[in-house]
């Protein structure tokens, strides 16, 4: 009888380990197809992708060629949708047929979506071709479209507009619909009654909702949007730092104000010895501004009475004068500021060129001639009776600079065995040049007592750092 008692042990530990084998293998089981229904979501979550550019302001190579990027990348990574979000006065050299032809010939659906509420956003010149070009339209309630004629300011070719309309418009292309969206502003009420208007939605998020389960017509075919959400991927995207300020420098003020800022800083550097930080801010700063002038539509002969302005302004500064020069510098450079571009949707507000032409006028004619009085030194010392002076570097000479002697400001230029002079660095004057003199270094421990030298007669002998 006892015999049975392993046994029956045995039995019992193997029906156990048993159950135990069997319920792992089980819950891995059952693990494996959960884990695979999941990888099978998750799949079917990454498969639609959406990328995202807003973008305001002129349609302008910047921007035109962020979008050809856009485009491209949508397509060589297998997008599934590309929503341009526009808020556009309309085109400035920037290629608007190439672009309408690339989102046509796009196989990824193309949305341009005019908004979002509450920014009045409008779609003119180029962008609104965009919009007809897409293939799906979609506006805010407060958006407007047009006019679209020019489409680009740089070319201004009205006739070419009306084609390109009528054959995008296509069916709906009747004459008096055509003379609106080219002539004037047509706001979403209008739009949608021409129908027009595919999707009405007053942001982005409720743009992909409204998006989800729709058909878009493409080059590869139809495309059925899945955009549920948690099952979509979207990638907003943007200018880069230098697209974004060359975009920048085709707003029409932004221009004027450049040019006219990087001008007057070079005219500065006229009246300083050497060419130091104002100088290099204005090649900056006209460079952008010439940029600008090269994009959009300006009137030639208005740019060159402003140019001519600002340098009557310096020459009237020269002389110290307050008279017939200062009078033909304010009328020709607000004359030409008046006049400045082609285009009357790009004209300067008459009251940022009343600041402008009166800032000018303040710089040159009040500020400069102070500074230049102050430059010349004290009334009555000349520049000769500095010859065996000393002094200390008050701003660096690069060969040309300041120098502080006997309490007053004087311009220098360098004539020591090294490249440069520091702030602080002593120096002795032996000569001059016009108005400026010539310094070389001085070691005031260098000077022998009771040799007559500036120590021994009392001079001020800088210490090396200037105060």
Same mark, same amino acid.
């Given at each position: 009888?006892?015999?049975l008692?392993?046994?029956l ?20 089981? &059952?693990?494996?197809d ?17 990328? *995202?550019?807003?973008f305001h302001?002129?349609?302008?190579p ?8 856009v485009l ?13 979000q526009?808020?556009?006065? /309309?085109?400035?050299?920037a290629g608007? %047929? ?5 989102l %046509?010939?796009?196989?990824v659906?193309?949305?341009v979506?005019?908004?979002p509420?509450g920014t009045?956003s ?7 071709l965009? @919009? ?8 805010s309630?407060d958006?407007?479209v047009?006019? #679209?004629?020019?489409s680009?300011f ?7 507009d009306e084609?390109l309309?009528?054959?995008? $418009? ?14 004037g ?5 209008? #739009?949608a009654?021409?129908?027009? !208007?595919?999707?009405?939605?007053e942001?982005?998020?409720?743009l ?5 389960g ?9 495309q059925?949007l899945?955009?549920a959400?948690?099952?979509m991927e979207?990638?907003?995207h943007?200018l880069?730092?230098?697209?974004r300020?060359?975009?920048?420098a085709?707003?029409a003020p932004? &221009?004027y #104000?450049l +040019?006219v800022?990087?001008?007057? +800083?070079l =005219?500065f550097e006229v ?7 104002a ?7 006209? /460079? &952008? ?7 959009l539509?300006?009137v @030639? @002969?208005?740019?060159?009475l402003?140019?001519?302005?600002? *340098? ?9 004068g307050?008279?017939?020069i200062t009078?033909?510098?304010?009328a020709?450079?607000?004359?030409g500021s =008046?006049?400045?571009?082609?285009a ?12 402008v032409?009166?800032?000018? $006028? &303040? ?5 400069m001639t !102070?500074v ?6 004290p ?10 002076? *000393?002094?200390?570097v008050r701003?660096v000479l ?10 007053a +400001?004087w311009?220098?230029?360098w004539?020591?065995d090294?490249?440069?002079a ?5 120096v002795?004057?032996h ?22 030298g ?9 210490s /090396? %750092?200037?105060?």
């Amino acid at each position: 009888m006892f015999p049975l008692f392993p046994a029956l042990r045995r039995l019992c530990l193997s029906s156990v380990l048993a159950l135990v084998v069997l319920g792992m293998t089980a819950s891995l089981a &059952i693990a494996q197809d959960t884990a695979d229904a999941d990888d099978a979501d998750a799949a079917g979550q990454a498969a639609t992708q959406v990328e *995202i550019l807003p973008f305001h302001g002129f349609v302008d190579p910047p921007v035109a060629a962020q979008i050809e990027d856009v485009l491209a990348q949508a397509e060589d990574e297998g997008s599934d949708l590309v929503i341009l979000q526009v808020d556009s006065g /309309g085109g400035v050299s920037a290629g608007v %047929e190439d672009l309408i032809d690339l989102l %046509e010939a796009s196989p990824v659906p193309v949305v341009v979506h005019v908004g979002p509420l509450g920014t009045r956003s409008t779609a003119a010149g180029a962008a609104g071709l965009l @919009w007809l070009a897409a293939d799906v339209r979609a506006v805010s309630s407060d958006a407007t479209v047009g006019p #679209l004629s020019p489409s680009d300011f740089a070319a201004g070719e009205a006739d070419a507009d009306e084609e390109l309309v009528r054959r995008l $418009l296509g069916e709906q292309a009747d004459d008096e619909l055509v003379a609106d969206l080219l002539d004037g502003a047509v706001d979403m009420d209008r #739009l949608a009654e021409a129908g027009l !208007v595919s999707l009405t939605a007053e942001g982005l998020e409720p743009l992909l909702l409204d998006l989800d389960g729709v058909t878009v017509e493409t080059t590869a075919g139809p495309q059925d949007l899945e955009l549920a959400a948690g099952a979509m991927e979207v990638r907003f995207h943007s200018l880069g730092l230098v697209r974004r300020l060359l975009h920048a420098a085709t707003t029409a003020p932004f &221009i004027y #104000l450049l +040019l006219v800022v990087g001008l007057g +800083l070079l =005219l500065f550097e006229v009246f300083q010895p050497g060419f130091g930080v104002a100088g290099l801010a204005g090649l900056i700063t006209a /460079g &952008i501004g010439v940029f600008g002038l090269v994009v959009l539509p300006v009137v @030639w @002969w208005a740019v060159a009475l402003v140019v001519l302005g600002l *340098i009557l302004y310096a020459v009237d500064t020269a002389v110290a004068g307050f008279g017939p020069i200062t009078l033909a510098a304010t009328a020709a450079f607000a004359v030409g500021s =008046l006049n400045f571009y082609a285009a009357d949707a790009l004209a300067l507000p008459w009251l940022l060129v009343a600041l402008v032409t009166l800032s000018a $006028l &303040i710089f040159f004619v009040f500020v400069m001639t !102070v500074v230049l009085r102050a430059q010349a030194g004290p009334e009555g010392v000349a520049v000769d009776d500095l010859v065996g002076k *000393i002094g200390a570097v008050r701003s660096v000479l690069n060969p040309e600079g300041h120098v502080y002697i006997d309490g007053a +400001l004087w311009r220098a230029r360098w004539t020591g065995d090294t490249r440069r002079a520091k702030v602080g660095t002593p120096v002795r004057v032996h000569g001059v040049d016009g108005p400026v003199v010539l310094v070389e270094p001085f070691d005031p421990q260098a000077v022998p007592a009771g040799s007559g030298g500036p120590a021994a007669s009392g001079a001020d002998v800088p210490s /090396g %750092e200037h105060e």
